[in-house]
């Protein structure tokens, strides 16, 4: 029997139950995905739970908000690019070791390459909405595959701390004083147009966006969100975070088992 499960506050929301049942049940594993509601104060929760992942109780964890960055004390090692983000999404043990890696960044590029039919060449220009968790990830991933990286923020601070954390790369830096744009890519991480505020949206209204832009959401719920489906009334492709929410969970998911995530499986369970 595989245990597995997922930490995070709240978790109501979570999809990762049934993301996680469909793979296993597509592999013909026997196994279980819990949900772990754990209050951002509460550090001896993390440890009595990470301790049951080194005990062998548990095959895997992931982590969402708010311990993303919480649990990295607790590991013993983290993977290259969990250190570079400076988050962890996803643990487990190897070695005798806890480990704490991040598939986020790889879950994103994958699913935007899958969703733009790879239409990106090389250092194309794109706009990080948000400097958050979220936007470690996406930064990183961005940054790494030579993507010229623009990061706008509310608080210009909270930008500048991430911009220190990928100090080897040229990021910039701005507002969300907005003028017309003309980057190949916009990406929000903020949580804007999240539900059950649909109705809003991290740029501002008529914004004229260049005909070539392609617009990526990580908010997957609603389906569609409203920078989404403005984005398409302009006549621009766009997407929401729904892929990268499997992706991410597909790699954690072969990283925990060893088998092959079924993907198609996994977003059937979901849709």
């Given at each position: 029997m595989i245990q597995l499960?997922?930490?995070?506050?709240?978790?109501?929301?979570?999809?990762?139950?049934?993301?996680?049942?469909?793979?296993?049940?597509?592999?013909?594993?026997?196994?279980?995905?819990?949900?772990?509601?754990?209050?951002?104060?509460?550090?001896?929760?993390?440890?009595?739970?990470?301790?049951?992942?080194?005990?062998?109780?548990?095959?895997?964890?992931?982590?969402?908000?708010?311990?993303?960055?919480?649990?990295?004390?607790?590991?013993?090692?983290?993977?290259?690019?969990?250190?570079?983000?400076?988050?962890?999404?996803?643990?487990?043990?190897?070695?005798?070791?806890?480990?704490?890696?991040?598939?986020?960044?790889?879950?994103?590029?994958?699913?935007?390459?899958?969703?733009?039919?790879?239409?990106?060449?090389?250092?194309?220009?794109?706009?990080?909405?948000?400097?958050?968790?979220?936007?470690?990830?996406?930064?990183?991933?961005?940054?790494?595959?030579?993507?010229?990286?623009?990061?706008?923020?509310?608080?210009?601070?909270?930008?500048?701390?991430?911009?220190?954390?990928?100090k080897n790369y040229e990021?910039?830096?701005?507002?969300?004083?907005?003028?017309?744009?003309?980057?190949?890519?916009?990406?929000?991480?903020?949580?804007?147009?999240?539900?059950?505020?649909?109705?809003?949206?991290?740029?501002?209204?008529?914004?004229?966006?260049?005909?070539?832009?392609?617009?990526?959401?990580?908010?997957?719920?609603?389906?569609?969100?409203?920078?989404?489906?403005?984005?398409?009334?302009?006549?621009?492709?766009?997407?929401?975070?729904?892929?990268?929410?499997i992706e991410q969970a597909?790699?954690?998911?072969?990283?925990?088992?060893?088998?092959?995530?079924?993907?198609?499986?996994?977003?059937?369970?979901?849709?």
């Amino acid at each position: 029997m595989i245990q597995l499960g997922l930490i995070g506050y709240p978790l109501g929301h979570s999809l990762s139950p049934k993301i996680h049942a469909a793979a296993l049940n597509a592999c013909g594993l026997e196994g279980t995905y819990s949900l772990f509601p754990i209050h951002p104060e509460d550090k001896q929760g993390l440890k009595d739970l990470l301790a049951r992942v080194r005990t062998g109780e548990f095959r895997g964890l992931n982590v969402t908000i708010p311990h993303k960055q919480n649990v990295i004390e607790l590991m013993d090692e983290l993977t290259p690019t969990a250190n570079a983000i400076g988050a962890v999404n996803t643990i487990y043990m190897r070695e005798n070791k806890l480990i704490g890696d991040n598939t986020d960044a790889p879950g994103f590029l994958a699913d935007l390459k899958r969703v733009s039919n790879s239409s990106f060449i090389f250092h194309h220009s794109a706009l990080v909405l948000g400097a958050g968790g979220s936007a470690r990830a996406v930064v990183y991933a961005l940054l790494n595959d030579g993507w010229n990286v623009t990061l706008a923020a509310r608080r210009i601070e909270q930008a500048q701390q991430l911009a220190d954390s990928f100090k080897n790369y040229e990021l910039h830096i701005t507002t969300f004083d907005l003028q017309p744009l003309t980057f190949d890519l916009i990406v929000n991480t903020t949580p804007l147009g999240m539900t059950p505020n649909i109705e809003s949206s991290p740029l501002p209204e008529n914004l004229s966006l260049s005909s070539n832009t392609f617009v990526y959401d990580l908010v997957y719920n609603p389906r569609e969100t409203k920078l989404v489906r403005d984005a398409r009334a302009q006549g621009l492709n766009a997407s929401t975070g729904l892929g990268m929410l499997i992706e991410q969970a597909a790699l954690a998911f072969e990283t925990w088992t060893g088998a092959n995530a079924d993907r198609i499986a996994m977003l059937q369970a979901v849709s």
